[in-house]
């Protein structure tokens, strides 16, 4: 028998194996105050990592559980290089922890940091054990934030879907709104180390935000025929370059112009830590929801 503690002081996982049958796991809980309970889903990713230390560092919030399906079994504390062990293993199993989290009867949040074919399932179940979500997955499709929508406002359940966590993110959008009213000329020029979905989710929201504004931009230059020009967003001409260069900051630059004057709005982001000031303030916000809310921007 192999005993795994999952939350220090009022989780214990244990395992049972016999030849025959898969480990069959049981929990023991004792409430441990009145902290946010927080699960991090995806915990083993790099920015599950980073969330781990950010909710153990935050005032009023404590890890409760992690779920991933890499390094199983291991301490979450351990795995994020932490001084000291949390006592919480890494478990593949999402429902076992929710079950265990909802005999405490404490207020809950799960962090969803998987993948766009999962989230949905991911929120339902958060839900059915009357847990609010934070989910910040890119690429989730709007079909699914419609149904998830439909769903948490039918169940008076939150959820906050960020396309973005990072701050800095939100106010460079708030700033290219305001300045459209006042150029008619704006390209946006993204760069990243990796290579993966192009245009990114940040310049396609960036380009959402500026259309539908009453603007058409670069009217001397709105032909989609040569390549070389970036693509075109939308139906109001703004235009997106991506770079993908290895050693480059993960970087946005708004460009935008009129005779005599260029005015240029920029945001880098160096490290997965920027967008953790974002996490811990969905997760304060997302508590007092009853339905689903699109951007943390919402919250600022």
């Given amino acids: 028998m192999v005993a795994l503690s999952c939350q220090s002081h009022f989780i214990i996982y244990k395992s049972f194996r016999n030849a025959n049958s898969r480990p069959v796991i049981s929990c023991a809980m004792q409430s ?38 890499h390094l199983v079994g291991q301490d979450i504390g351990k795995v994020c290089d932490m001084e000291e062990a949390l006592e919480i293993p890494i478990i593949n199993d999402l429902t076992m922890i929710l079950g265990s989290i909802s005999q405490l009867k404490a207020t809950a949040v799960v962090v969803d940091f998987t993948d766009p074919s999962k989230v949905y399932d991911n929120v339902k179940q958060a839900t059915a054990f009357g847990m609010n979500s934070v989910v910040y997955v890119p690429r989730i499709k709007q079909d699914t934030v419609m149904a998830l929508s439909a769903f948490c406002e039918k169940a008076s359940m939150g959820c906050l879907v960020a396309p973005t966590l990072s701050i800095g993110s939100i106010l460079l959008q708030q700033a290219a709104i305001q300045a459209s009213f006042h150029y008619k000329n704006v ?51 703004v235009r997106v370059h991506s770079l993908v260069l290895p050693g480059l900051p993960s970087s946005t630059t708004l460009y935008f112009s009129r005779p005599g004057e260029v005015y240029t709005l920029k945001h880098d982001v160096t490290d997965v830590q920027s967008l953790m000031p974002g996490l811990i303030l969905a997760i304060r916000k997302v508590v007092r929801l009853k339905n689903l809310v699109y951007g943390l921007e919402k919250f600022l």
Wanted: glycine share 12%; aromatic share 2%.
């Fill in 32 to 69: 441990s105050g009145s902290n946010i309970k927080v699960v991090i889903n995806g915990a083993a990713k790099e920015i599950g990592r980073a969330a781990v230390i950010a909710v153990t560092k935050a005032r009023g919030m404590e890890v409760a559980g992690a779920v991933d399906s």
């Fill in 187 to 237: 390209e946006i020029v993204e760069s990243r180390s990796n290579p993966g979905d192009f245009p990114s989710q940040e310049a396609v929201q960036i380009a959402n935000n500026l259309s539908g504004l009453g603007q058409i931009y670069n009217r001397d230059d709105i032909s989609t025929d040569n390549s070389a020009r970036g693509q075109v967003i939308g139906e109001d001409g």
